[in-house]
């Protein structure tokens, strides 16, 4: 059996300046201690919650006047009914982030998890309207994910703005920021295409590592890694 020795103080209250910590069920008890400590040691914090909307926002308030800069919510937009416009809004809650992906809403509803586009446009409208009636300065984003392909893509490209997303919030463009990437989809999600999506003609043959597996997780809402 080995015992760890036992943390000093000076241990305790280690410097987390830049970093960021991600504190799940961080809405309540031990979550919720765990990401005010974060906070007090300088770094940001991502709170997240399933349920306990009310223990979040007051998580949320605590951590804001320890001086945390930024605090910002990344959603898919479909949890976010009526009853939750205003309390977004007035949450304290610096930026909201809502993804919508692909060219077209179809694909977007393919790539995304039970997403339903009209349900995700109709929360981002009513989000921004809250937003206006109530004088906030709360950040309203659309990340968006392109699948690029050997033909359309160029090193230090920046994705586009698709076209139907473009369209679909002119009206209030001024009050939404676009946020777009590159994806690649598995060689599985188009057989038809073999592997011809994840391989490029190159003559540099230097092997280089990448750290993404090994440095990131993304955890679903239903567990899944």
Do not use: H
Not at 4 to 17: G, K, S
Not at 43 to 60: F, H, K, M, P, W
Not at 71 to 100: R, Y
């Amino acid at each position: 059996v080995l015992a760890a020795p036992t943390p000093t103080r000076e241990d305790a209250m280690i410097d987390l300046q830049g970093r960021v910590g991600l504190v799940t069920g961080s809405a309540t008890g031990a979550g919720a201690a765990t990401a005010i400590a974060v906070a007090e040691r300088g770094a940001g914090v991502c709170i997240n919650y399933s349920r306990s909307q009310a223990d979040a926002e007051a998580t949320l308030a605590t951590v804001k006047a320890l001086g945390v800069p930024l605090v910002k919510t990344v959603s898919n937009g479909m949890l976010i009914k009526e009853e939750l416009w205003e309390p977004i809004v007035t949450s304290g809650l610096d930026a909201i982030e809502i993804s919508l992906d692909g060219t077209s809403p179809e694909e977007n509803d393919a790539i995304r998890r039970r997403s339903r586009y009209p349900d995700v446009v109709r929360a981002i409208r009513d989000l921004v309207e809250t937003k206006r009636c109530l004088g906030a300065e709360l950040e309203c984003s659309v990340a968006t994910t392109q699948f690029r392909t050997l033909d359309q893509f160029q090193p230090g490209q920046q994705a586009p703005i698709p076209d139907y997303l473009q369209s679909e919030f002119a009206d209030i463009a001024e009050d939404i920021n676009f946020k777009t990437t590159w994806a690649m989809l598995w060689p599985s999600e188009q057989p038809a295409q073999g592997y011809d999506l994840l391989w490029m003609d190159n003559q540099d043959t230097t092997v280089t590592r990448c750290d993404l597996i090994e440095e990131t997780m993304t955890i679903r809402a239903d567990g899944s890694v």
